[in-house]
């Protein structure tokens, strides 16, 4: 059964960095895109980033272009989020998942994404 389980999470003041780690397993991990997604409280599930395959290739949302940062290992079978510059806003519960994705708008997109993981809370404090 594909597992994918995150870590990292935790209470971070305004401004303070967390690393968000997706440790993937039963599947072929390098075959996949990885995707991170975030639902903050009130609000719906949105698009954080995502990474292709090889990890040439990454893609953000506005929110956090210039102060998150994808990337994976494929010999680990791990895909990172280093978020630095955190805000308030960006308090919430951060999912990790998996799709075979290979067209530029599905990478932004939950529903092309078979595999998710628990999630983990981030919670930025002002």
């Known amino acids: 059964q594909v597992q994918l389980v995150e870590s990292g999470g935790g209470l971070v003041q305004a401004g303070g960095s967390l690393r968000l780690s997706c440790a993937a397993s039963?599947?072929?991990?390098?075959?996949?895109?990885m995707g991170w997604f975030r639902h903050p409280p009130g609000k719906e599930r949105e698009f954080v980033a995502a990474i292709n395959w090889s990890g040439r290739s990454t893609y953000y949302a506005e929110s956090a272009k210039g102060r998150f940062t994808i990337s994976r290992d494929n010999a680990k079978n791990t895909v990172y989020l280093q978020m630095n510059t955190l805000k308030p806003e960006d308090t919430a519960v951060y999912y990790c998942?998996?799709?075979?994705?290979?067209?530029?708008?599905?990478?932004?997109?939950?529903?092309?994404?078979?595999?998710w993981g628990q999630g983990t809370q981030v919670t930025v404090s002002s």
């Open positions: 998942a998996a799709g075979s994705i290979f067209v530029y708008r599905d990478y932004f997109s939950a529903t092309r994404y078979a595999y």
């Open positions: 039963k599947f072929t991990f390098s075959n996949y895109a």
